[in-house]
């Protein structure tokens, strides 16, 4: 049972938009900045987004990151084959879950 | 273009140690006079999510996951650019892959951005 829920998968063709929640409480999302982590199969997690919205260099701007309240969002804009992936969200947890958490994944299908 | 290297037994028995080590080449392991780096281990367990297992910076500051911190010591090797897993008592429930990663901390954290190629510790009798 992951501290943080996302929904276990998402899915959508070329091109499309497809966003990613990511439910938390007050002493992890409602306080504290939001980490997304993209998994290709067989290899280590990506940083994708930092600080809730803020992308890496490198990362394309078809990525990009909100919270409000206790909850967050990934968006995959321009959806394209090679973003077939497990996505994770992730955040500080002030409570006696923390001090790192994560979500249970999203695995992503592009159809 | 700094890359974590990471090592360590693949096949442990129950009750046994669970023991990693993680080079860090390329790139600074203390941060500077602005920031600081800390280094966290993850792992991953069969066919599910990540859990986090605890960080720890280049002066030995830790934290630790309260689920398996009564288990945990990380320790630093700062001569050699080096930081290590130790997990004890290990039972099935800990097979997994292990990574390590590397997280900037300036005002707040910036994320893992940089992680190691992942180990996979088995425990089986």
């Known amino acids: 049972q992951s501290v943080l829920t996302q929904p276990p998968s998402a899915s959508g063709t070329p091109g499309q938009r497809v966003t990613i929640s990511c439910s938390g409480s007050?002493?992890?999302?409602?306080?504290?900045?939001v980490y997304w982590y993209q998994q290709l199969p067989g290899t280590a997690p990506k940083l994708l987004i930092y600080?809730?919205?803020q992308r890496p260099s490198g990362v394309p701007d078809r990525f990009s990151g909100s919270k409000s309240g206790t909850s967050a969002s990934l968006a995959i804009s321009g959806l394209r084959s090679e973003d077939e992936a497990e996505y994770y969200c992730s955040a500080w947890d002030d409570s006696l879950s923390g001090p790192w958490v994560f979500g249970g994944g999203t695995k992503v299908t592009v159809l | 273009q700094v890359q974590l290297q990471q090592w360590g037994a693949g096949l442990l028995k129950p009750s046994e140690t669970l023991s990693l080590t993680c080079a860090v080449y390329g790139g600074s392991f203390s941060g500077g006079s602005l920031n600081d780096y800390y280094w966290s281990w993850i792992r991953q367990s069969p066919g599910k999510g990540l859990e986090w297992i605890g960080e720890?910076?280049?002066?030995?500051?830790?934290n630790y996951n309260p689920s398996l911190k009564s288990r945990v010591t990380m320790s630093v090797d700062t001569s050699n650019n080096q930081f290590s897993l130790a997990l004890s008592s290990v039972t099935a429930a800990d097979t997994a892959v292990y990574y390590c990663a590397r997280q900037k901390f300036y005002s707040f954290y910036y994320g893992m951005d940089v992680w190691g190629q992942g180990t996979t510790v088995s425990v089986s009798s």
């Open positions: 600080r809730s919205n």
């Open positions: 720890i910076n280049h002066s030995g500051s830790t």
């Open positions: 007050s002493s992890n999302i409602g306080s504290n900045y």
